[in-house]
């Protein structure tokens, strides 16, 4: 059965341990190697046309399946704490429940870029579940570095989300090689550019990275949190739950990196960071008229 672009695929070689989408077919050394996108993971790979097989309907409804359950798990567990944080907000904001009204929150405002489109619209569905005010800009990671000042000067975020698909290459040179990373070198100085007009990592929080990204580089050119220490895989949707645990934590609290990595579906193994602080910002009275105009 012949590989075709947009086939979700698995690699013989691995065991079809991960499901891949087809982007391009290329001929290197007159064979035919195909660029895969990992379906649910941000790994991007090449592989020989003679190696992937592509997946039947019943194997990736299971596959799905599974995800979404894991999914629905991290999403409701952050549901959880931020009904608890809600708690606590209103308790300080009315003086321990002395004191009566209302009250209004703003949450973080996010630029989300994205080196895959699919990826930017299934975070962008969880930032409108959750309530995070977002903006999603589609970018190759190769010219991230290039746009990111104006867009932060449209946008004015309080918190950078810069991601993609990534992979190390043990071929290209050692673990601590920047090089022999796909992308990492690219997120990397598109932390720098970010850095260069928000040097404060408490004004702009920035994560960073992707699969088995270069964590220490990202971390060094000043982000706050980035994949991955391990150099494991991480989840299309890790970046978003580090975000909502920023964008929903009162600007006066500092977030632990364990607290922020809770409800994420990869972990400590996938992503670290920074004792950051929130952004989330508190006011009342809460103005009634507005809901009815």
Known sequence: MSVEVNDVVGRI?????????????????????????????RLIADAPLDDLLKVNHKMRSKYQSRNEEQEQQSLMLFSQERELLEQKIQYDVSDGYRKQGDYFQIPGRVLHLDGDPSYLKKCMDIYEKIGIPVQG???????????????????????????????????????????????????????KEARK????LDQLVIFAGACQSHFESLIGAGANFA??????????????????KISFTPFMERIHVLDAL?????????????ETKGVLRTGMPYNMIGDEL
């Not at 000042?149 to 190390?168: A, F, K």
């Not at 090689?177 to 990397?188: G, I, K, P, T």
């Not at 007009?197 to 404060?200: F, M, V």
Request: aromatic share 8%; with cysteine.
């Open 262 to 274: 809770r409800n994420t579906l990869t972990g400590e193994k996938g992503i670290g960071g920074i």
């Open 227 to 244: 994949s991955s220490p391990s150099r494991v895989n991480i989840h299309a949707l890790d970046p978003v739950y580090i975000v909502a």
């Open 137 to 191: 800009v589609y970018c190759n990671e190769k010219e991230m570095s290039l746009r990111i000042l104006p867009l932060l000067e449209e946008y004015r975020p309080d918190i950078l989300v810069i991601t993609g698909h990534d992979s190390y290459s043990k071929s290209k040179g050692k673990i601590m090689d920047l090089n022999a990373y796909r992308h990492s070198w690219h997120f990397v100085q598109t932390v």
């Open 197 to 200: 007009k928000i040097p404060q």
């Open 13 to 41: 070689k691995y065991g079809c341990d991960v499901l891949f989408r087809v982007i391009m077919i290329k001929e290197i050394d007159g064979k035919s190697v195909a660029v895969l996108h990992g379906e649910d993971i």
